[in-house]
């Protein structure tokens, strides 16, 4: 039984030539991750609009990317360019907010997803019922007490192995102690199995999702996150393209997921190599990345929201304060036309 160090998780293993390309890639994904989850946290927090419970639940996976986009990879770059660690009780500190950044920003993904499977497929009432600003309070407080919860047996009980890297350009050798979160197998089992757990609720909710916007004659915005009920017109398959994109959405999710869950899981078993263990690992790490704009480049909201702060309409507070539109009240503010197409017009 391979024991807790044989995930190669540490860039000793790797040449200076793709150290260097690995922290590249790093810094970069750094940038644009911190950028893009900064963005969206400052529009939902700006805009009365955007504070819905559907948004509440992006955000949570926003900051949970940011541990992992602006706090963890700046620091892995460093360390991985130069082939040095830090000091044994940061490294730490700094290996645990990227497992608990993982773990939270998985469960939004959940959250999310049950957020919008909940809002379509049932009816209004149970949908408010059910999101209450106390319910939705909780549930995001709940993804990151499991999170902490999850990473406390490895705070207690993790060893740290030294170890000494060999710097194949200029043979000299870098003192220093590998610690990563994901050598232990505990860590790494945990995280495979919140995993697959991910996948199966959102490949449900996605799917059943895909099914009801396919199947029914109602007009359902999932962009926008509406539901408007008794439209005076049937819609052609076409028209229907809603729901290809939150296959999208659970295609790039697995996309993103799978490649390190097989990894993490082969790894309980057997020694990883360098090269797989590293390609799954960045395939992973985009996620942080794109999740702001996997969430809101199709809701119209953050669209408008955004084209104002660039426009510089909220320096001159003509966006602020707008009060978001409930379920109860969407349904009555659609003009009643007597041609499909001018129909569509007024709802694009």
Not at 40 to 49: A, H, R, S
Request: hydrophobic share 50%.
């Amino acid at each position: 039984m391979p024991n807790d160090t044989d995930v190669p998780l540490s860039a000793c293993a790797l040449g200076r030539g793709s150290r260097i390309s690995l922290a590249t890639v790093y810094s970069f994904m750094c940038v644009v991750g911190s950028v893009l989850n900064l963005l969206v946290i400052y529009l939902v927090v700006t805009f009365k609009k955007l504070r819905t419970a559907s948004n509440a639940f992006i955000v949570s996976g926003c900051v949970a990317d940011l541990l992992v986009c602006a706090f963890w990879m700046p620091h892995e770059a460093v360390a991985t360019s130069t082939g040095t660690f830090l000091v044994i009780g940061y490294q730490a500190f700094k290996e645990a907010l990227l497992f608990l950044g993982i773990t939270v920003s998985l469960l939004s993904h959940s959250l999310i997803a049950v957020n919008r499977y909940v809002l379509i497929t049932k009816t209004p009432a149970v949908y408010q019922s059910l999101y209450q600003k106390r319910n939705t309070e909780w549930m995001i407080a709940g993804s990151w007490l499991i999170s902490l919860g999850s990473l406390f047996p490895w705070i207690t009980s993790f060893r740290y192995p030294p170890e000494r890297c060999r710097d194949a350009a200029d043979a000299s050798f870098v003192k220093g102690t590998s610690v990563s979160v994901l050598s232990s197998r505990f860590a790494a089992g945990t995280l495979a199995f919140t995993i697959i757990g991910q996948t199966l609720v959102v490949v449900y909710c996605y799917f059943k999702i895909f099914r009801r916007v396919q199947t029914s004659v109602k007009r359902v915005s999932i962009l926008n996150f509406q539901i408007v009920n008794n439209l005076p017109y049937s819609f052609p398959r076409k028209d229907k393209r809603l729901g290809f994109y939150v296959l999208a959405v659970c295609f790039i999710f697995i996309l993103t997921t799978e490649p390190i869950f097989w990894v993490l899981v082969a790894g309980l078993f057997a020694p990883v190599s360098v090269v797989l263990w590293t390609s799954a690992w960045i395939v992973f790490c985009t996620i942080f990345v794109s999740n702001p704009f996997l969430y809101t480049w199709k809701n119209e909201e953050f669209r408008k929201s955004f084209r104002s702060v660039m426009r510089g309409d909220f320096l001159r507070g003509s966006t602020v304060g707008v009060e978001p539109i409930t379920i109860n009240t969407i349904s009555h503010i659609f003009p009643r036309q007597n041609s499909r197409r001018a129909f569509l017009g007024e709802m694009n």
